[in-house]
């Protein structure tokens, strides 16, 4: 078998005891990697309604079949898990360079049962394994961690994935970071990790994976290097990274601002790309092998002090932690993006939530005596600050905004509620669905909650002529972007089985898709390189679905259903402000019945949002039909 | 209503500027909303390729909120029209 390794590795920290598994080709063939492999793991060996934060949660890390090929886009891993901030499946990806090792020290994947009795870490290398004390090294921060890692172990070109106290203490929304400053950002897998009283996994091997057809291997990589060097989409996103979103939300009023109460920032010039790469930015960063070099690197040598070896904000969290807060001022950005990674708490969900914390603090819902005596306005950067670190430690006040907006809303009461910017308790990501109208089904969809990189956005069908590459799923007619339609209900539908092929086979979102250096068919091609498989882009798409259906049967075991495919009563209330998306609001009716088209293209009952048995059939998912159907 | 040629200002952003090397250059258009808007296109793929990956916005507005509005059927002189390249995600 080319492109695996062929062995999977089981590891119960209760007891301590290790297994390898070696599947058969067809596994691999019909699962692939990414949390299609994650998700097959987590359904059965966990029992339904587990809490996510106990021994019976299951964790996987897992590749792909083009994971360690020396090609742009290559470079990622998955965790899946039981989520504790949604209590559905969640699926995280991370780029950076745990992900190519993992395969070089023999494994596709590890499954991890169970919790160690004491902190623990998996240290993996040339096809052995083995669990080493780590109580000297909880509740130190990553740099610290991974410094005493590889020194332990003497090799500085170990990689390893960790949590920061953030993930000891158990933030619900706590990530898990690799080189520093790559992340499985969202969904809470960092908890998930401390939980199982497991610091980190490192990872270190020289098993070079074999591939069918390294010729098409180098021929992409040149064609990557070329395309970054020759198109201008390609080579901005190399110079300004995704900070250029601001590029286009601003213009059309979709930057969430003061805890989505508005699509325009008065300070948005001061925080854009343009802003992060004439002031803090050091250089741009990369991934293994990859020739788009999308990441941003800061450095800040004056007081706060900015470290750059802990990367730098990406758009997601300049919105989240700058607009939505407030605050247009990118050393403060940069400072609370710092204190987020080195506690690996989620940028995205820590902004989100101590936005919703401003909002009910201006609308006199809490006052300083719930804050630890912190003035909780918008723009007040002081408190932003302390207030992220407290998350991180998992103290004070903070503590209980490391629980996330959802559960914090529930404390605080009904007013609270409708200022809270949630679906299935995990905070919004930086892009509006008043402005663009498709993310509010796939918000209030996506199995694992609101994701900004699971479909296709609004404005790639906005004018004829349509991208081929679009047109050719079947999306020809041109929309507005804030229109919330059946056509809207098929963008989603159909490109998110496309990127969830992409997330399955662990590529990145930022290579392989509709606007990036690779479009689907150049993954198909990518695909039978590494493998040797004949695939198609058929195969491919059905792989994505695959996933997808197979989320949504997880999460029906569990409870979930169409009631829980809905949206916070915020995003009903016109945007208030007088900038191009002012008045702009979610219409009930029109979100009601493409909610139906959509479940009725994905195949679900569109009255209870249930899969049916059949098409858990067709996706070759018979296997979980029986608990699927519990209610 | 008469149709009349109109002389605008078409605005780009993000990479777009960099291709057409200027932040805005002015171009004759028709008057007639959709047929100005049309030629604005057209006028983008003959003279710096780009022929997808955009959205249009006439001033603050698309051009069928303009059109839905109906306040002003025409093309003036005082519109802008801003080409705004898209990205998904990120």
Same mark, same amino acid.
């Given at each position: 078998?080319?492109?695996?390794?062929?062995?999977?590795?089981?590891?119960?920290?209760?007891?301590?005891?290790?297994?390898?598994?070696?599947?058969?080709?067809?596994?691999?063939?019909?699962?692939?990697?990414?949390?299609?492999?994650?998700?097959?793991?987590?359904?059965?060996?966990?029992?339904?309604?587990?809490?996510?934060?106990?021994?019976?949660?299951?964790?996987?890390?897992?590749?792909?079949?083009?994971?360690?090929?020396?090609?742009?886009?290559?470079?990622?891993h998955?965790?899946?898990?039981?989520?504790?901030?949604?209590?559905?499946?969640?699926?995280?990806?991370?780029?950076?360079?745990?992900?190519?090792?993992?395969?070089?020290?023999?494994?596709?994947?590890?499954?991890?049962?169970?919790?160690a009795?004491?902190?623990?870490?998996?240290?993996?290398?040339?096809?052995?394994?083995?669990?080493?004390?780590?109580?000297?090294?909880?509740?130190?921060?990553?740099?610290?961690?991974?410094?005493?890692?590889?020194?332990?172990?003497?090799?500085?070109?170990?990689?390893?994935?960790g949590?920061?106290?953030?993930?000891?203490?158990?933030?619900?929304?706590?990530?898990?970071?690799?080189?520093?400053?790559?992340?499985?950002?969202? &969904?809470?897998?960092?908890?998930?990790?401390?939980?199982?009283?497991?610091?980190?996994?490192?990872?270190?091997g020289?098993?070079?994976?074999?591939?069918?057809?390294?010729?098409?291997?180098?021929?992409?990589?040149?064609?990557?290097?070329?395309?970054?060097? &020759?198109?201008?989409?390609?080579?901005?996103?190399?110079?300004?990274?995704?900070?250029? &979103?601001?590029?286009?939300?601003?213009?059309?009023?979709?930057?969430?601002?003061?805890?989505?109460?508005?699509?325009?920032?008065? %300070?948005?010039?001061?925080?854009?790309?343009?802003?992060?790469?004439?002031?803090?930015?050091?250089?741009? +960063?990369?991934?293994?092998?990859?020739?788009?070099?999308?990441?941003?690197?800061?450095?800040?040598?004056?007081?706060?002090?900015?470290?750059?070896?802990?990367?730098?904000?990406?758009?997601?969290?300049?919105?989240?932690?700058?607009?939505?807060?407030?605050?247009?001022?990118?050393?403060?950005?940069?400072k609370?993006?710092?204190?987020c990674?080195?506690?690996?708490?989620?940028?995205?969900?820590?902004?989100?939530?101590?936005?919703?914390?401003?909002?009910?603090?201006?609308? +006199?819902?809490?006052?300083?005596e @719930?804050? @630890?005596?912190?003035?909780?306005?918008?723009g007040?950067?002081?408190?932003?600050?302390?207030?992220?670190?407290m998350?991180?430690?998992?103290?004070?006040?903070?503590k209980?905004?490391?629980?996330?907006?959802?559960?914090?809303?529930?404390?605080?009461?009904?007013?609270?509620?409708?200022?809270?910017?949630?679906?299935?308790?995990?905070?919004f990501?930086?892009?509006?669905?008043?402005?663009?109208?498709?993310?509010?089904?796939?918000?209030?969809?996506?199995?694992?909650?609101? %994701?900004?990189?699971?479909?296709?956005? @609004?404005?790639?069908?906005?004018?004829?002529?349509?991208?081929?590459?679009l047109?050719?799923?079947?999306?020809?007619?041109?929309?507005?972007?804030?229109?919330?339609?059946?056509?809207?209900?098929?963008?989603?539908?159909?490109t998110?089985c496309?990127?969830?092929?992409?997330?399955?086979?662990?590529?990145?979102?930022?290579?392989?898709?509709?606007w990036?250096?690779? @479009?689907?068919?150049?993954?198909?091609?990518l695909?039978?390189?590494?493998?040797?498989?004949?695939?198609?882009?058929?195969?491919?798409?059905?792989?994505?679905?695959?996933?997808?259906?197979?989320?949504?049967?997880?999460?029906?075991?569990e409870?979930?259903?169409?009631? %829980?495919?809905?949206?916070?009563?915020?995003?009903?209330?016109?945007?208030?402000?007088?900038?191009?998306?002012?008045?702009?609001?979610?219409?009930?009716?029109?979100?009601?019945?493409?909610?139906?088209?959509?479940?009725?293209?994905?195949?679900?009952?569109?009255?209870? +949002?249930?899969?049916?048995?059949?098409?858990?059939?067709?996706?070759?998912?018979?296997?979980?039909?029986?608990?699927?159907?519990?209610? | 209503?008469?149709?009349?040629?109109?002389?605008?200002?078409?605005?780009?952003?993000?990479?777009?500027?960099?291709?057409?090397?200027?932040?805005?250059?002015?171009?004759?258009?028709?008057?007639?909303?959709?047929?100005?808007?049309?030629?604005?296109?057209?006028?983008?793929?003959?003279?710096?390729?780009?022929?997808?990956?955009?959205?249009?916005?006439?001033?603050?507005?698309?051009?069928?909120?303009?059109?839905?509005?109906?306040?002003?059927?025409?093309?003036?002189?005082?519109?802008?029209?801003?080409?705004?390249?898209?990205?998904?995600?990120?």
């Amino acid at each position: 078998m080319k492109g695996f390794t062929g062995k999977i590795l089981h590891v119960n920290l209760s007891s301590g005891a290790c297994n390898v598994e070696e599947p058969e080709e067809r596994f691999y063939r019909k699962y692939m990697g990414g949390s299609l492999i994650g998700g097959y793991y987590l359904f059965h060996h966990t029992a339904a309604k587990i809490d996510p934060l106990s021994e019976e949660n299951v964790m996987v890390f897992s590749v792909g079949p083009a994971t360690g090929a020396a090609v742009s886009g290559a470079s990622r891993h998955c965790v899946t898990s039981k989520s504790p901030l949604t209590n559905t499946i969640a699926s995280s990806e991370a780029g950076g360079y745990w992900g190519p090792e993992l395969k070089f020290s023999g494994f596709d994947a590890v499954v991890l049962y169970g919790k160690a009795p004491n902190p623990v870490y998996l240290w993996i290398h040339d096809g052995a394994y083995e669990i080493r004390d780590a109580q000297n090294l909880w509740g130190k921060v990553t740099k610290e961690a991974q410094a005493m890692i590889r020194e332990e172990l003497n090799d500085e070109k170990i990689r390893i994935a960790g949590i920061g106290p953030g993930g000891e203490k158990l933030v619900r929304y706590a990530c898990i970071a690799n080189e520093l400053a790559h992340f499985n950002g969202r &969904n809470g897998m960092g908890a998930v990790m401390g939980s199982k009283n497991l610091k980190a996994i490192a990872v270190r091997g020289h098993q070079k994976p074999t591939f069918h057809d390294e010729d098409i291997i180098k021929r992409m990589a040149q064609e990557a290097t070329e395309k970054v060097r &020759n198109d201008e989409g390609a080579a901005a996103f190399k110079e300004l990274g995704t900070n250029q &979103n601001f590029e286009w939300n601003a213009p059309v009023g979709g930057v969430p601002t003061r805890n989505w109460s508005s699509g325009t920032f008065e %300070d948005v010039e001061k925080i854009n790309a343009k802003a992060i790469k004439n002031t803090v930015l050091k250089r741009s +960063g990369t991934c293994w092998s990859c020739a788009q070099s999308c990441k941003r690197v800061v450095e800040i040598t004056e007081a706060p002090f900015v470290d750059p070896d802990y990367g730098g904000p990406e758009y997601e969290t300049t919105a989240m932690c700058g607009s939505n807060l407030g605050i247009g001022n990118l050393v403060t950005i940069s400072k609370i993006n710092e204190i987020c990674n080195k506690y690996t708490i989620d940028t995205i969900s820590c902004g989100g939530t101590i936005g919703f914390a401003m909002d009910c603090y201006e609308h +006199g819902i809490i006052t300083k005596e @719930d804050t @630890d005596g912190l003035e909780l306005n918008f723009g007040n950067e002081g408190a932003a600050l302390q207030l992220s670190e407290m998350i991180g430690k998992g103290e004070g006040f903070g503590k209980l905004l490391g629980e996330g907006t959802a559960r914090v809303a529930e404390r605080w009461g009904e007013e609270a509620k409708k200022l809270a910017v949630h679906v299935k308790g995990k905070e919004f990501p930086a892009h509006m669905p008043q402005v663009k109208g498709s993310l509010a089904l796939a918000y209030s969809c996506l199995p694992f909650g609101p %994701d900004h990189v699971s479909s296709e956005h @609004d404005g790639s069908i906005a004018e004829a002529p349509i991208s081929y590459k679009l047109k050719s799923l079947g999306l020809d007619e041109p929309q507005d972007t804030s229109d919330l339609n059946e056509v809207k209900s098929k963008l989603v539908w159909f490109t998110q089985c496309g990127y969830s092929a992409v997330d399955t086979l662990s590529l990145c979102q930022f290579i392989f898709g509709h606007w990036t250096l690779f @479009d689907l068919n150049q993954l198909v091609d990518l695909v039978n390189a590494v493998s040797g498989w004949k695939t198609n882009l058929y195969e491919i798409m059905m792989v994505g679905q695959r996933r997808i259906q197979l989320f949504r049967a997880y999460n029906q075991r569990e409870g979930f259903h169409a009631k %829980d495919d809905v949206l916070p009563e915020k995003l009903y209330q016109p945007l208030a402000d007088v900038g191009p998306s002012g008045g702009y609001t979610i219409n009930r009716d029109d979100f009601q019945k493409s909610k139906k088209y959509y479940y009725g293209l994905a195949g679900w009952d569109q009255e209870t +949002g249930m899969v049916s048995q059949s098409k858990l059939m067709e996706m070759g998912l018979d296997w979980i039909v029986p608990e699927a159907l519990l209610q | 209503m008469k149709c009349v040629s109109v002389k605008l200002t078409v605005e780009f952003y993000g990479y777009f500027i960099d291709r057409v090397k200027s932040p805005a250059v002015k171009v004759a258009v028709s008057s007639d909303l959709q047929k100005g808007v049309e030629e604005v296109k057209t006028f983008l793929f003959n003279a710096y390729q780009i022929e997808s990956g955009y959205m249009i916005r006439i001033n603050q507005e698309s051009m069928s909120q303009r059109l839905k509005r109906n306040a002003e059927p025409l093309l003036t002189e005082t519109d802008v029209i801003k080409i705004i390249p898209v990205m998904s995600g990120g």
